[in-house]
């Protein structure tokens, strides 16, 4: 989890909210979309559910990494 909120915290956009939600219905999920103040507000960046916390923050920070080299070049 840590290592996944360092990677936010470094590369993050002002416009960008991160939610990370548990609960015993929905397990983790993991979401980063766009603040109501955004222009893309609505859209996500990524969406991320999983019943094994590990597992849901590896997730989520691979696919942040996976986004930012297709759609900024990069990270």
């Known amino acids: ?3 996944f909120l360092k990677f936010y915290d470094r590369i993050c956009k002002p416009d960008w909210n991160l939610t990370i939600y548990h609960s015993s219905i929905v397990d983790w999920s993991i979401t ?5 103040t955004s222009e893309n507000y ?8 999983s019943c094994d916390m590990e597992l849901a923050f ?10 930012l080299s297709v759609n900024e070049g990069g990270y």
């Open 42 to 49: 609505g859209d996500q960046i990524i969406n991320i559910q």
């Open 58 to 67: 590896a997730q989520a920070q691979v696919a942040l990494k996976q986004w």
């Open 32 to 36: 980063i979309g766009y603040k109501n």
């Open 1 to 3: 989890m840590s290592d």
